[in-house]
């Protein structure tokens, strides 16, 4: 079993910044990328960014420039810098964490997700 925890999500004004964290316990050598989805009212979850077992990054075209997702190998935790923020932006933004990485040339055999972490931008 692997085990997500994130925190860092709350209410900011547009244009602040917010920083999301995730924690990843339990039986971590199932996975080796980690990333964050998000998932608006009304709309279908989608990929925010993700770093890949191969330390590559990807990110949804929405939030590149803005965002910055980095992983810490040593102590199992994904983190997203969020800047600049937007109204459009506010959504419940899920970890996942799965064996290989994000992005079509992937295959992942292995993915667990955490409970999510609303995100509130007001204009």
């Known amino acids: 079993q692997v085990q997500l925890v994130e925190s860092g999500g709350g209410l900011v004004q547009a244009g602040e910044s917010l920083r999301l964290s995730c924690v990843a316990s339990?039986?971590?050598?199932?996975?080796?990328?980690m990333g964050w989805f998000r998932q608006a009212p009304g709309k279908q979850r989608e990929l925010v960014a993700g770093v890949s077992r191969d330390e590559s990054t990807k990110y949804a075209d929405s939030v590149k420039g803005r965002f910055t997702v980095s992983k810490d190998n040593a102590k199992n935790t994904v983190y997203l810098q969020m800047n600049s923020l937007k109204p459009e932006d506010t959504a419940v933004y899920y970890c996942?964490?799965?064996?290989?990485?994000?992005?079509?040339?992937?295959?992942?055999?292995?993915?667990?997700w955490g409970q999510g972490t609303l995100v509130t931008v007001s204009s």
């Open positions: 996942n964490a799965r064996k290989g990485g994000y992005g079509s040339s992937w295959f992942s055999t292995f993915e667990v």
């Open positions: 339990g039986s971590t050598d199932r996975i080796n990328a």
